[in-house]
């Protein structure tokens, strides 16, 4: 798990050919999470989790 703040990437993987991202955000005492969303579903700061060769943004 990788957290920035109260957002997180739990996982990322290829499936069916495209990156697809597991991802967690805290609110509060509850942990929402969001499944197999693609590179076109993340905007603003989650974009930080964006891999490119399977190396995240934040931590080039």
Do not use: C
């Not at 005492?29 to 076109?40: C, E, I, P, R, W």
Request: charged residues 25%; aromatic residues 12%.
């Amino acid at each position: 798990m990788q957290w920035v703040g109260d957002i997180g990437l739990w996982q990322a993987s290829k499936r069916a050919g495209k990156m697809r991202y597991d991802l967690v955000q805290r609110i509060g005492d509850t942990l929402h999470v969001y499944y197999g969303v693609t590179d076109d579903g993340m905007s603003g700061p989650w974009r930080q989790f964006l891999q490119e060769n399977g190396v995240s943004e934040t931590t080039k």
